[in-house]
C-alpha cells in the first residue's frame, strides 16, 4: 500500500455529541456531598442537556426518556432509584421458548446489574438501588447497559422469534444526499481496501490485511453513523476479527462481509441509515487520560517504525488506532478535532506523509497540546529563529547518533522480525519485539 485509505466525511459531523466531562465531575463531587438527586440530575445533564426538560416532571423525580426502540422509565421514590425499559413482547406462538431461552442467556451472560423480568407477555430490564448506592459511574453504567441490550437484540428478535415492540421508534431518516453519501463512500472505500487487501495476501502479510480490514469497519462505522441491523452486522463483523483462529481465517472472513456489504443495494442499506434518540451513547465516556492510555502503545510502535523509515508499518498501525479510538469511546471535542483533523489531511497521502501527520497528532495528545494551530507553531518557530544554529546542530548530532543506532546487527535483526512477525499476523510477538526495539533504541542513543 503506497498511499493510505480514503477519508469519507462523517454524516453528522453538522451536529456531533457534545462531550462535556465538566458536568460529570460535577456529578461526581455532588454524590461525594451527599447531594444525591442533584448527581443523578447532572448525570442526565452530562448525556444530554435537554433530557430533563423535555422528558422529566416538574419535581425532577420521574423520567420517561427514549432510547432507540425502547423507552426508559426512571423514578426516585423514596430514597430510591428505580429504572425500567420495556423491551419487547413475547410472541404467542412459534418462537416463544426459543427466544425465552436467548432472554435468560442475555439475563446471565449480557446484563450487569439489571435484570429480565416478564410480566404477562412483556419483557422488562428493571433495575433499584438506594440513592446513597447510587454513584454516577454506576448509573452510567447501568444505563449504558440496558440501552446497549435494547439496541443489540431488539430487531434480532423481532424477525428471529417473531416477538412485537413495545414501543416503535421514532426516527427521521437520512436525507437522500445523505444517503447516496454514504453509499459513495463505502464503495470508495471499500474498494481501495480490496485492493490493498489483494496486494497484502498476495505476499501473505495475513498482518497487514487484519489492520487494514479491521480499520475500514471501524471507519464505516464512523462516517455513516448506522443503526438497526446494519450496525448489529458491523459490530459482529469487529468482534469476529478478534476471534482464536488463524490471521488468514480471519481475514478471508472479513473480506467475504466487506464484499457482501458493498454489494447490498442502496435501498437496503437506507432502511438502517437515520437519525434516532438516544438515551446513551454504547461508547465508553473517555478523559484524556483514557485516550493517552489507549493510544502509548502503537505511539511508541510508530516512533520505532518511523525511525526505520518503515513508513508503510506505521501508517497503518497509526490508522487502526485513530478509528479503533474513535469506534470504542466519546471522547472530548479538542481530542475529536485533533483525531478527525489528522485523519482528513492523510486522506491518500503517500505512507510517509501520513505517518507523520498521524504521529504529530497523536503527538500533541500526549503531550496534552490540543490548542496549538499551524499559526502558533509558525509563530513558535520564528521566535527561536535566533537558536537555530544551536538547535540544528543538537538536531544534526541527535540524527548521527540515531543512523549509528538503526545500523546496529541487534536493531536490524529485531527490525526483520518485526516484519515477519506483521506479516505472519502475530501481533502479540509484533508488540513484544516493538517494546524491546524501543528499549534498545533508547539506550543507546542517550548512552
Not at 416538574?58 to 422509565?73: L, N, Q, R, W, Y
Not at 502503545?297 to 513508513?311: I, P, S
Amino acid at each position: 500500500m503506497k498511499n493510505t485509505l480514503p477519508f469519507i466525511t462523517p454524516v453528522d459531523s453538522a451536529k456531533p455529541r457534545q462531550v462535556k466531562r465538566e458536568i460529570y465531575e460535577q456529578s461526581l463531587e455532588l454524590f461525594d456531598a451527599g447531594k444525591y438527586i442533584e448527581a443523578f440530575h447532572r448525570l442526565l445533564d452530562y448525556l444530554n442537556d435537554q433530557l430533563r426538560a423535555k422528558y422529566g416532571n416538574a419535581e425532577g423525580t420521574k423520567f420517561k426518556i427514549p432510547h432507540g426502540s425502547i423507552v426508559v422509565d426512571i423514578a426516585i421514590e423514596q430514597d430510591t432509584l428505580h429504572i425500567d425499559a420495556d423491551f419487547l413482547n413475547l410472541p404467542q406462538k412459534g418462537g416463544r421458548v426459543a427466544m425465552l431461552r436467548q432472554i435468560a442467556d442475555i439475563n446471565i451472560n449480557r446484563l450487569l446489574l439489571a435484570k429480565f423480568v416478564k410480566q404477562g407477555d412483556r419483557l422488562k430490564m428493571q433495575y433499584s438501588t438506594p440513592l446513597p448506592q447510587s454513584h454516577p459511574h454506576k448509573i452510567y453504567g447501568v444505563l449504558q447497559n440496558i440501552c446497549y441490550v435494547g439496541d443489540r437484540y431488539d430487531d434480532e428478535f423481532c424477525s428471529r422469534f417473531g416477538a412485537t415492540r413495545c414501543y416503535e421508534p421514532q426516527v427521521k431518516p437520512y436525507p437522500p444526499e445523505v444517503i447516496d453519501h454514504v453509499y459513495d463512500g463505502l464503495q470508495q472505500l471499500g474498494k481501495a481496501t480490496l485492493e490493498a487487501l489483494n496486494e497484502y495476501n498476495a505476499i501473505r502479510a495475513y498482518g497487514y490485511s487484519w489492520n487494514l480490514l479491521d480499520t475500514t469497519f471501524y471507519q464505516i462505522a464512523f462516517f455513516a453513523n448506522p443503526q438497526g441491523q446494519f450496525y448489529n452486522e458491523l459490530e459482529k463483523a469487529i468482534d469476529d476479527m478478534d476471534d482464536e483462529l488463524p490471521t488468514e481465517e480471519l481475514v478471508s472472513k472479513g473480506m467475504a462481509f466487506l464484499n457482501k456489504l458493498l454489494a447490498t443495494p442502496k435501498e437496503k442499506l437506507a432502511q438502517d441509515l437515520y437519525y434516532i434518540d438516544k438515551l446513551v451513547s454504547n461508547r465508553r465516556s473517555a478523559s484524556l487520560q483514557n485516550i493517552q492510555e489507549v493510544l502509548k502503545a502503537v505511539y511508541e510502535e510508530a516512533n520505532a517504525a518511523m525511525q526505520a523509515k518503515d513508513f508503510e508499518r506505521s501508517a497503518v498501525r497509526l490508522l487502526y488506532i485513530l478509528y479503533e479510538t474513535l469506534f470504542y469511546n466519546d471522547i472530548p471535542d479538542d481530542i475529536k478535532s485533533v483525531i478527525v483533523s489528522a485523519l482528513e489531511a492523510a486522506n491518500g497521502q503517500p505512507v510517509e506523509q501520513a505517518s507523520n501527520l498521524l504521529y504529530d497528532a497523536i503527538d500533541r495528545i500526549m503531550d496534552d497540546n490540543l490548542t496549538a494551530t499551524p499559526a502558533a507553531t509558525q509563530q513558535s518557530d520564528n521566535a527561536a529563529t535566533k537558536d537555530e544554529p544551536v538547535a540544528k546542530a543538537a538536531v544534526a548530532d541527535l540524527q548521527k547518533k540515531l543512523m549509528e543506532n538503526m545500523a546496529g546487527s541487534d536493531i536490524m535483526e529485531l527490525q526483520q522480525k518485526m516484519t515477519e512477525a506483521m506479516a505472519r499476523g502475530d501481533m502479540a510477538e509484533y508488540m513484544r519485539l516493538a517494546g524491546e526495539l524501543q528499549q534498545k533504541m533508547m539506550s543507546k542513543l542517550f548512552s
